[in-house]
């Protein structure tokens, strides 16, 4: 698991995004396309950033949820706080490491 979230923080646009999730959370794709867009300067495309979004989900660092019509994303903590108690608090280690 800790290999799926390096991977997916080794990007600067994925990075962005979580920025954007922090500041604001639960935002549809349409949202952190247009924030992207308008804070940062990229033009990507919905479906690139719906591609980023799906290695942030696999990694763990989003969650979404659908109402209706609409999926909005929500930043996860939980697998950067395993990361930290690894180092930071060893003897806090999950079983199996």
Do not use: Y
């Not at 952190?32 to 799906?54: E, F, N, P, V, Y």
């Amino acid at each position: 698991m800790p290999d799926d979230v390096f991977k997916a923080l080794a990007d600067p646009t994925r990075r962005k995004i979580l920025d954007e999730l922090t500041e604001r959370n639960g935002q549809s794709l349409f949202e952190i396309c247009a924030r992207l867009a308008t804070r940062h300067g990229l033009g990507s495309s919905r479906q690139a950033i719906s591609q980023h979004l799906a290695v942030l989900e696999s990694a763990g660092l989003i969650r979404t949820r659908r109402e209706g019509r609409c999926k909005f994303h929500d930043l996860t903590t939980e697998p950067l706080e395993r990361i930290v108690t690894r180092w930071l608090n060893p003897d806090v280690r999950e079983p199996g490491e």
